[in-house]
């Protein structure tokens, strides 16, 4: 079995900055892509940015000069810097990861069960 847990929403002014961390564990073999998405309320679940075990980086257009996903590949962790938040970017941000386990060859998509970032003054 295979975790995801995402930790750092809260509230914030805007303009404001939060971190947001995504920590995957279990019986992991390896991750091929990790991406953080995010739900607002009454809107379809969007991709925000993803990146590849190579760091290869991919940004909605949204977000872009103002996010920045990196992540630890000894510690199977994504992370989610953002700066310049804007209300418009409140939502509940999910944490995604291609995951092969070690009981198994295929790669599986995992989801943790989101955090909620809240930009309002």
């Known amino acids: 079995q295979v975790q995801l847990v995402e930790s750092g929403g809260g509230l914030v002014q805007p303009g404001g900055s939060l971190r947001l961390s995504c920590a995957a564990s279990?019986?992991?073999?390896?991750?091929?892509?990790m991406g953080w998405y995010r739900q607002a309320p009454g809107k379809q679940r969007e991709l925000v940015a993803t990146?590849?075990?190579?760091?290869?980086?991919n940004y909605a257009d949204s977000v872009k000069g103002r996010f920045t996903i990196s992540r630890d590949n000894a510690k199977n962790t994504v992370y989610l810097q953002m700066t310049s938040l804007k209300p418009e970017d409140t939502a509940v941000y999910f944490c995604?990861?291609?995951?092969?386990?070690?009981?198994?060859?295929?790669?599986?998509?995992?989801w943790g069960k989101g955090t909620l970032v809240t930009v309002s003054s």
């Open positions: 990146i590849t075990s190579g760091g290869t980086t």
């Open positions: 279990g019986s992991i073999f390896s991750i091929n892509v």
């Open positions: 995604r990861s291609e995951v092969r386990s070690t009981t198994s060859t295929y790669v599986l998509n995992y």
